[in-house]
Structure formats: structure tokens, C-alpha cells
């Protein structure tokens, strides 16, 4: 059994590291493209389409945490050495709702990764002196959910 | 394995039904949108903390929904049946944020069961008329989500 949650934990590190990876982005796109906090939460997702690690610390605020249900507030070396891999194995974000608020982006995108399986993530974002300090994936259905892996 | 997925599979039914179900729920995480559409989302809660469905029947929508990673689009009969005895189970929900423009909302908070376990989670909620037309749970760390080790 341990070593079935070890696989598991492994599969859900893989994939909430993957959250917002992607080589395009579609739909609503225009808050992140007209407003300042808008343009610092588009260039996360550039960051990681373009496999774009300098892009990515110019973006992350000293302190910057990555959660998820299973990251919890890991640092940048984390990131890195975790997520960064995994670029590029997402080929599609389409971004269904941004609700922005004081230092708060909310972002709801549905994915699908280069094997056509299917994800949707809510992303939450904290902002502080325009770079982003917090980072938060909230699972929804598809294959991060470890029971939804048919998806 | 089968089993232990029927299990697991179980107890998130359970939880997930809980996402916005305590008793006590925090003050105002968030600035000044205290309009209709927050009154009828902090009711949502409220109604919870009392337990009191006639409540929630008032601010829920015709063709109200629920969603979760494993509940795909439940109306209100499933709704009732799946979650509402649930919120016996839960202690205590901290609203850590709450976000709204229009009729679209986000709250994300800390919730506590009796035995002290967290949960927490996101909502996404779609209102009309000023009342709640969809709720979207999506699971954060703890409980909700097996794997998380808490």
C-alpha cells in the first residue's frame, strides 16, 4: 500500500507541476493581456510555454511559494527542480475565467496534455509589488485527481 | 485495489459534499463588494452554520448545480441527498478569500472537521438574479484530496 500512495504522490507531483504549462493559451485571454497584474499572470504561463526559466525569476517575488495538494508552499529551487521539468507536456491551457482583487488573481483554465488527456485546474495568485508571491493550483476534474484518471 | 479506490472514493464523496459546510464562518476576507450576489454566497455558508435548508432553497437558483472533481454537474435532489448531512461533520470554516466581479465569484477557504482535519478548498460560484446558479469545488490541500499527507 505504501508503495501504491508513493506512486500516486509521485503521478500527482508529476501533474500539479505541469499546472499552467502549455504551447498555446486561448480563451479569455484579455484581462491577462490589458492590465498590469493581467501581464505579470500571462507571462507565468509564457514563462513555462516557452520553457523560459529567465522569464520566470524576473516574475517571482524573493519568498515565492508553489503549492498544490500535494506541494506544500515549496521554494523556487523546488519549482525548478520539480515542475520545471515538465514543461511542454501540456499542449493546450484555455483559460475559462480570470477574477482579479486587491493581490488576488483567480484564474479557472481547462488543459490538455500531449497525450490528450484532459485537466482543470483553478489557479490563485498573490501579487505583491508587481511580481507574484504566492502560488496555489486547486484541483479540479481529469487527471489530477487521482480517481478521475479515465478522464 | 478495487477496494481501496471504492474507499477512498467514498470518504471524498464525503468531503467534497462538505466544501462550504461549518459552524462559524469567518468575517469579510475581502474589500467592499457586499452587494446582493456576496449576501446570497456568505447566506450559503450561513445557511450551513444552522443548518437550516429552507435557507438555502432561497438563494439557490432554478437548475442550481454542484460540481467537484467527482461530482459532475449534481442538481439539487443529488445535492441534498449527498451533502447536506455533512455538515454535521464539519467544526469550523474560515473564509480566507473572497473575490467577486459581476455575477462571478471565487472564495477559497480553511475548513476544519470535527476530528480536526483540514480542508481546504476553492469555490467558484455563478450567480443570476442574485442568486447562486452554479457552485465548482476545486480541492486544495488536505483532506479532500488523498494524497495530501494531511
Known amino acids: 500500500m505504501t508503495k501504491f500512495f508513493t506512486g500516486i504522490l509521485l503521478v500527482g507531483f508529476a501533474l500539479a507541476s505541469q499546472a499552467?504549462?502549455?504551447?498555446?493559451?486561448?480563451?479569455?485571454?484579455?484581462?491577462?493581456?490589458?492590465?498590469?497584474?493581467?501581464?505579470?499572470?500571462?507571462?507565468?504561463?509564457?514563462?513555462?510555454?516557452?520553457?523560459?526559466?529567465?522569464l520566470m525569476t524576473q516574475i517571482l517575488a524573493s519568498g515565492f511559494t508553489f503549492s498544490s495538494p500535494v506541494?506544500?508552499?515549496?521554494?523556487?529551487?523546488?519549482?525548478?527542480?520539480?515542475?520545471w521539468p515538465n514543461a511542454?507536456?501540456?499542449?493546450?491551457?484555455?483559460?475559462?475565467?480570470?477574477?482579479?482583487?486587491?493581490?488576488a488573481v483567480f484564474v479557472i483554465a481547462n488543459g490538455y496534455t500531449t497525450a490528450g488527456k484532459f485537466l482543470r485546474n483553478c489557479d490563485y495568485f498573490t501579487i505583491k509589488d508587481g511580481e507574484i508571491m504566492t502560488y496555489e493550483c486547486f484541483f479540479g476534474p481529469g487527471i489530477n485527481y487521482p480517481n478521475n484518471s479515465a478522464k | 485495489m478495487t477496494k481501496f479506490f471504492t474507499g477512498i472514493l467514498l470518504v471524498s464523496v464525503l468531503l467534497?459534499?462538505?466544501?462550504?459546510?461549518?459552524?462559524?464562518?469567518?468575517?469579510?476576507?475581502?474589500?467592499?463588494?457586499?452587494?446582493?450576489?456576496?449576501?446570497?454566497?456568505?447566506?450559503?455558508?450561513?445557511?450551513?452554520?444552522?443548518?437550516?435548508?429552507?435557507?438555502?432553497?432561497?438563494?439557490?437558483?432554478?437548475?442550481?448545480?454542484?460540481?467537484s472533481p467527482i461530482d459532475d454537474h449534481i442538481d439539487l435532489k443529488a445535492y441534498k441527498e449527498r451533502c447536506w448531512p455533512n455538515?454535521?461533520?464539519?467544526?469550523?470554516?474560515?473564509?480566507?478569500?473572497?473575490v467577486i466581479n459581476g455575477n462571478d465569484a471565487f472564495v477559497t477557504y480553511n475548513g476544519w472537521t470535527t476530528d480536526g482535519k483540514?480542508?481546504?478548498?476553492?469555490?467558484?460560484?455563478?450567480?443570476?438574479d442574485g442568486k447562486i446558479m452554479s457552485n465548482e469545488c476545486f480541492f486544495g490541500s488536505g483532506v479532500n484530496f488523498p494524497n495530501s499527507g494531511k
Not at chain 1, 28 to 49: C, D, F, S, V
Not at chain 2, 87 to 98: E, Q, S
Not at chain 2, 118 to 128: A, C, D, G, I, V
Open chain 1, 20 to 54: 499552467g504549462f502549455a504551447q498555446t493559451i486561448t480563451g479569455q485571454t484579455a484581462l491577462l493581456e490589458n492590465t498590469p497584474k493581467g501581464k505579470i499572470i500571462k507571462a507565468w504561463y509564457t514563462a513555462w510555454e516557452k520553457n523560459d526559466w529567465n
Open chain 1, 71 to 83: 506541494d506544500d508552499h515549496i521554494k523556487i529551487n523546488a519549482v525548478k527542480e520539480k515542475c
Open chain 1, 88 to 103: 511542454g507536456k501540456i499542449k493546450t491551457v484555455d483559460v475559462q475565467q480570470v477574477i482579479m482583487n486587491g493581490d
Open chain 2, 16 to 67: 467534497s459534499c462538505k466544501a462550504g459546510f461549518g459552524q462559524t464562518v469567518a468575517p469579510p476576507a475581502a474589500g467592499p463588494q457586499n452587494g446582493p450576489n456576496e449576501k446570497a454566497i456568505r447566506a450559503y455558508y450561513t445557511a450551513y452554520e444552522k443548518k437550516d435548508w429552507s435557507v438555502m432553497e432561497q438563494i439557490l437558483a432554478d437548475g442550481f448545480t454542484f460540481t
Open chain 2, 87 to 98: 455538515a454535521y461533520k464539519t467544526k469550523r470554516f474560515d473564509v480566507d478569500r473572497l
Open chain 2, 118 to 128: 483540514l480542508f481546504r478548498n476553492t469555490e467558484y460560484f455563478k450567480m443570476k
